[in-house]
């Protein structure tokens, strides 16, 4: 079922020179994947640089489009409605607060300043601190909001993580590390530094860890239950991420791109360390090769993952 680029198995077995077939282990035959089509032109025509969307508990739903230096709702069809602006050259992406049922938005060039979609206001994301708030990346994961790669103000913290108050993240603290002996509660808000100093490029949730990962660094995990025992360890020192958005939690699994191309499983990684079975690319080495970063996006209906490299 597709291009097989090593001499085990045999190569009688693999459909050499194909391409673009859907793939399924039950299935007999190659089958044509249906074509890509045009659904729609944002109003100002610029490139779509971010696609966000609230999901609430009632069930309605409402998506944001960033065409450019625009952010629109979409309908689904043709309508493009502005909610507001953005730096043209940001990639904004979202993470979901439940207990507040909106998103908060970052953006992977750190040009516009954390927000928030309630579904009616896009705004500033409240934060309780003095200076302009930006962060590259976001996730929500016992109870808090958590901040990767920020900028505060003018000066720029690519290696610090920043987590919001318990059930609070309009919280956020820089100036006070995990474990200070000030908090009283544990609820507090805190900041961490990443131990190698080096940006963040990717983080996922990973069987109730947070794992992070640093430009040509290592792979770290976050462990502990407050503000008062939060640490950052080591997970992986052999391998990192390459590019910003490759690494991807998949379900039971998280997978990253690293240097050189492959294409990485944690699950196998935890399980037996550096092994050949982490590598889930081991059979298309050729292809893969020399590749710097992807987007990486889990299909759970379908239970694909899409690598769209850069």
């Known amino acids: 079922y597709g291009l097989n680029e090593n001499d ?6 693999a459909a050499a020179d194909s391409q673009n ?15 890509f089509d045009s659904v729609s032109v944002a109003t100002n025509g610029q490139e779509i640089r971010g696609l966000m969307q609230l999901v609430t508990r ?41 207990l507040g049922e909106y998103i908060v938005i970052t953006d992977l060039q750190k040009l516009t300043q954390v927000k928030k979609w309630d579904g009616t206001t896009y705004s500033n994301h409240t934060t309780g601190l003095g200076g302009t708030f930006y962060a590259k990346y976001s996730i929500v994961a016992n109870n808090r909001v958590w901040f990767f790669n920020i900028t505060e103000g003018a000066t720029s913290l690519p290696h610090l993580v920043v987590a ?3 059930e609070d993240p309009e919280s956020l603290n820089t100036s006070t590390r ?41 792979l770290f995990n ?28 998949i379900g039971n699994d998280a997978v990253y791109m ?5 294409i990485e499983s944690l699950v196998s990684t935890q399980r037996f360390g550096d ?35 850069t």
């Open 8 to 13: 085990y198995p045999d190569m009688g077995e």
């Open 21 to 35: 077939f859907l793939l399924s282990k039950s299935d007999f035959a190659l089958k044509p994947r249906p074509p």
């Open 58 to 98: 009632s069930a309605v739903q409402s998506t944001l489009v960033q065409a450019g230096d625009t952010v629109y709702t979409w309908n689904g069809s043709t309508t493009f409605t502005s909610q507001g602006s953005c730096h043209a050259s940001s990639q904004l992406r979202d993470t979901y607060w439940g």
């Open 164 to 166: 919001s108050a318990f």
């Open 178 to 218: 995990a474990g200070d002996s000030s908090f009283a509660t544990g609820n507090e808000a805190f900041y961490m530094v990443i131990p190698d100093l080096r940006a963040i490029n990717g983080v996922c949730v990973f069987q109730d860890q947070i794992i992070v990962s640093t430009d040509e660094g290592r």
């Open 222 to 249: 976050i462990t502990g239950a407050d503000s008062t025992d939060y640490a950052i360890k080591d997970f992986y020192s052999g391998s990192a991420a390459i590019g910003d958005e490759s690494l991807a939690n």
């Open 258 to 262: 690293r240097a050189g191309g492959n």
């Open 275 to 309: 092994v050949a079975t982490d590598d889930l690319s081991r059979f298309i080495t050729d292809s893969v090769a020399g590749l710097e970063g992807a987007i990486t996006v889990y299909d759970q209906k379908q239970q694909q993952v899409f690598l769209f490299c």
